[in-house]
């Protein structure tokens, strides 16, 4: 079923007469005719019956017309809302961040793409890294900010931003007088440490056991329960010692609650990637927000 076919039905039923129906649609009549019998073939149904030398709709007829009416005015109109949609002036995306990526740029960039662009919509969407990947490959989301590689064939993305990963602890902790602090030294603390599954974690827990050493923390964080908030508290409160992006930190740090601690062997970055589904590639909102990204980067 085609535009074509249905102006061509409307015509003919506004008229009664495929002749005239052509003569509006500057159409031979034949054309007109054979647009009638491919819609009728479609929809398996008879719209007109000839009375006379009038056509007139069957019952069929009548109920496709009332539709046709409603939705031709809307069809008309398609190409300017396409229009608008490619010359993003309207449109909406689905985008997902890890808590990093919530922490550090991504709220302010979403807000700023929307200041540039107030036509497009931007759903904005917080959680981990695994989860924000399988929405992705769902269709829930258009784009994301993971936390780490990409590990879908059916997606594609880049490296994006790094952040350190830094060793905190208590502003009056003996590990603070030294200039630096070994793993060795470090794995006699209480540690504190997101749960397993967070990429922070496996890869603080990774350089341990490649040195043999046991990493075997006191506390482990869920992500659901205040994350890196959370971490943050305890490590001030003087219950151990913890791991989080430096980002996260700063302020505490300036304020004097909590102190970095120099550890060589533990020289971690994480690095952040723009993840999107192969299929959602060619939107061009999502294209313009991509590049956006790339843009917002370069100024920071």
């Known amino acids: 079923m085609t535009l074509h076919q249905l102006k061509a039905f409307v015509s003919v039923a506004k008229f009664k007469s495929f002749t005239l129906a052509g003569e509006e649609l500057r159409l031979h009549q034949p054309s007109v005719s054979t647009a009638i019998r491919g819609l009728e073939r479609h929809l398996e149904a008879k719209l007109f019956e000839t009375l ?4 007139h709709l069957t019952r069929a007829g009548e109920e496709l017309l009332q539709i046709t ?14 229009a608008e949609v490619m010359g993003l002036k309207k449109g909406k995306i689905k985008v997902g961040g890890s808590a990093l990526a919530a922490a550090t740029f991504l709220p302010v960039a979403v807000q700023k793409f929307k200041q540039e662009h107030p036509g497009i919509e931007v759903c904005l969407k917080i959680d981990r890294s695994y989860v924000l990947e399988r929405k992705l490959l769902e269709g829930d989301l258009d784009l994301a900010i993971l936390g780490w590689p990409i590990r879908s064939s059916l997606l594609m993305g880049e490296p994006y931003r790094e952040e350190k990963i830094v060793t905190i602890a208590p502003p009056n902790h003996a590990l603070t007088k030294r200039d630096s602090v070994s ?21 603080v827990e990774r350089s341990f056991l490649e040195r043999g050493i046991s990493f075997t923390p006191v506390l482990e964080i869920d992500f659901q329960f205040g994350g890196r908030d959370t971490v943050r508290r305890m490590v001030e409160s003087g219950l151990g010692i913890g791991f989080l992006p ?15 601690l120099k550890v060589p062997e533990l020289n971690l970055k994480t690095t952040m990637h723009i993840a999107v589904h192969k299929n959602r590639l060619r939107l061009s909102v999502l294209q313009a927000f991509i590049d956006f990204l ?3 980067k370069d100024k920071q």
């Open 183 to 203: 793993l060795q030294l470090l794995a006699k603390e209480p540690l504190i440490i997101h749960e397993k599954g967070s990429n922070l974690r496996d890869m």
């Open 294 to 296: 790339r843009h917002y």
């Open 52 to 55: 006379g030398r009038k056509v």
């Open 246 to 260: 430096k980002c996260h930190v700063v302020g505490d740090v300036e304020a004097g609650r909590l102190k970095v």
């Open 69 to 82: 009416e409603e939705i031709l005015p809307k069809l008309g109109s398609l190409k300017e809302r396409l």
